[in-house]
C-alpha cells in the first residue's frame, strides 16, 4: 500500500489516493481528449492509454442511500472509483471503452441521467442554503432542483452554442458564483431591527463595521443600548443580519430574487467579464419557483437560437447590444438596470475600518 502522509488539520485530503490508476500513472501527459457524445469524454494519453469518463447528474444535497447506490454503480462498472465535480456531478472513470455503454445503462437504470459536458447547460451550482449556513433569504437547492427538471434536456443533450453555467446563491452577499446566469437574492427593505434582543446578542461595534455604507449607528433605545439604521443610506445588503441576527432582513415578500447575466471566469483566451443585472423583483416563490424558471428558459431559448457557435453568453450579447439583447429575452429595461450609485467613495471613508 502507498505510503500515507500525516494529516494535517484543513484542507481537502490528498487527491493522489483516490485517482484511477490510469490518470495517476499519466498526470500531466495528455495528448488529446474528444467528446464522442454527451456525458462522456475520452482523454488519450502520450503513452497511448486511455480513459473514458462519464458525468452523472445528481442533485446537490445527497443522502446517504443515494451516495451509496452510486458508490455500488462505480464498484461495479466503473473500476471502483468516482469523482465528484465542484457542480455536484459524479465522474465515473473507465480504461476501456467497452465498460462504457454498460456502465451508462446502469447509471440511467438508476434512476440518475448523463449529460453535461462541452456544450450543454451544466448542473446549477448553487451555495449551501439552510441545510449548513445561518442567513439564507431562499433555499438554493429547491431553486436548482425546480429549475433543473425543466431544463433536463439541455442538460442531456449537448446543442448550445456553448457550455452554459448556471449559478444560484441564497443571500446577496456571501458564497454566490460567477455564471452565464446567475440567479441571486436580492433583498429591497433595509433591516427591522429587534431592540430587545440586540444587548443580549450582538457585539454592537462588529455589526457598525459590517456595513459597507456606514448606515448603522449605535443607539440607546428604551434605555437599553442597540442599534439604529439610517435608512437612506441603507443599500439592503443583509451583511449586518449574519453577525446580529436581531437585525432581521429576511422576509417573504420582500427578499426577492434577481437575475444576472454573462459572468465568465478569465481562461487563457479571454478576461473575466462581470455579470450584469437584468431582471429584478422577481417573487421568491417555493416550491417550485416557476417566475424565476421562465426567466431562465426565455434568456436561454434566445441565446441558443441567435448565439453562433462556440459564443458564451456574454459574447453573444456583447455582440447584439444590450437593447437588442432585451428584446429578444421579452425583458423590460427600467431605470434600475443603470448604475447610478455615487456613495462609495465618500461612504467608505465614514467606515470604522475602510481608509483610501
Ligand atoms: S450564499 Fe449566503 S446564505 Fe447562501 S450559503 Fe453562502 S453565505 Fe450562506
Ligand atoms: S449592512 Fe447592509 S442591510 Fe445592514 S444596514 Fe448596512 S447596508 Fe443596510
Known amino acids: 500500500?502507498?505510503?500515507?502522509?500525516?494529516?494535517?488539520?484543513?484542507?481537502?485530503?490528498?487527491?493522489?489516493?483516490?485517482?484511477?490508476?490510469?490518470?495517476?500513472?499519466?498526470f500531466g501527459m495528455w495528448k488529446y481528449h474528444e467528446h464522442p457524445r454527451p456525458g462522456v469524454l475520452r482523454h488519450v494519453a502520450y503513452s497511448g492509454d486511455e480513459i473514458w469518463t462519464v458525468k452523472v447528474g445528481t442533485q446537490r444535497i445527497l443522502d446517504v442511500f443515494t451516495l451509496r447506490k452510486l458508490c455500488d454503480i462505480g464498484e461495479q462498472y466503473a473500476d471502483g472509483f468516482v469523482h465528484f465535480t465542484l457542480r455536484s456531478n459524479l465522474e465515473y472513470m473507465v480504461a476501456e471503452a467497452s465498460k462504457v455503454e454498460p456502465l451508462i445503462k446502469a447509471v440511467e437504470d438508476a434512476g440518475f441521467i448523463v449529460g453535461g459536458t462541452q456544450n450543454s447547460v451544466t448542473m446549477i451550482s448553487h451555495t449551501q442554503g439552510w441545510l449548513h449556513c445561518d442567513i439564507p433569504g431562499t433555499d438554493a437547492s429547491g431553486v436548482v432542483k425546480s429549475m433543473m427538471d425543466e431544463l433536463i434536456d439541455?442538460?442531456?443533450?449537448?446543442?448550445?452554442?456553448?457550455?452554459?453555467?448556471?449559478?444560484?446563491?441564497?443571500?446577496?452577499?456571501?458564497c454566490g458564483g460567477q455564471g452565464d446566469i446567475a440567479i441571486n437574492v436580492q433583498h429591497t427593505k433595509p433591516p427591522k431591527i429587534n431592540h430587545n434582543l440586540v444587548a443580549n446578542v450582538c457585539e454592537r461595534p462588529s455589526v457598525v463595521a459590517r456595513c459597507p455604507v456606514a448606515a448603522i449607528r449605535p443607539a440607546i433605545v428604551n434605555g437599553k443600548p442597540s442599534l439604529e439604521v439610517d435608512e437612506r443610506k441603507c443599500i439592503c445588503c443583509g451583511a449586518c443580519y449574519p453577525p446580529c441576527p436581531?437585525?432581521?432582513?429576511?422576509?417573504?415578500?420582500?427578499?426577492?430574487?434577481?437575475?444576472?447575466?454573462?459572468?465568465n471566469h478569465s481562461n487563457a483566451r479571454g478576461k473575466p467579464t462581470f455579470q450584469k443585472l437584468v431582471a429584478a423583483g422577481i417573487p421568491n416563490n417555493p416550491p417550485r419557483w416557476p417566475e424565476a424558471t421562465a426567466i431562465v428558459k426565455r434568456i436561454l431559448k434566445a441565446y441558443k437560437e441567435g448565439a453562433r457557435d462556440w459564443e458564451r453568453v456574454n459574447e453573444w450579447i456583447e455582440r447584439i447590444g444590450w437593447p437588442r439583447f432585451f428584446e429578444e429575452?421579452?425583458?423590460?429595461?427600467?431605470?434600475?438596470?443603470?448604475?447610478t450609485w455615487r456613495g462609495a467613495r465618500a461612504s467608505f471613508n465614514a467606515s470604522n475600518y475602510i481608509r483610501f
Open 329 to 339: 429575452v421579452e425583458l423590460p429595461f427600467t431605470k434600475y438596470h443603470i448604475d
Open 1 to 26: 500500500m502507498a505510503d500515507m502522509r500525516e494529516p494535517i488539520e484543513t484542507g481537502c485530503p490528498d487527491p493522489w489516493q483516490y485517482m484511477h490508476p490510469v490518470m495517476r500513472k499519466n
Open 154 to 174: 439541455e442538460f442531456k443533450q449537448a446543442n448550445m452554442p456553448n457550455r452554459v453555467h448556471i449559478t444560484t446563491s441564497c443571500c446577496q452577499i456571501n
Open 246 to 263: 436581531p437585525m432581521q432582513i429576511n422576509d417573504p415578500i420582500h427578499s426577492q430574487l434577481a437575475i444576472w447575466v454573462g459572468g
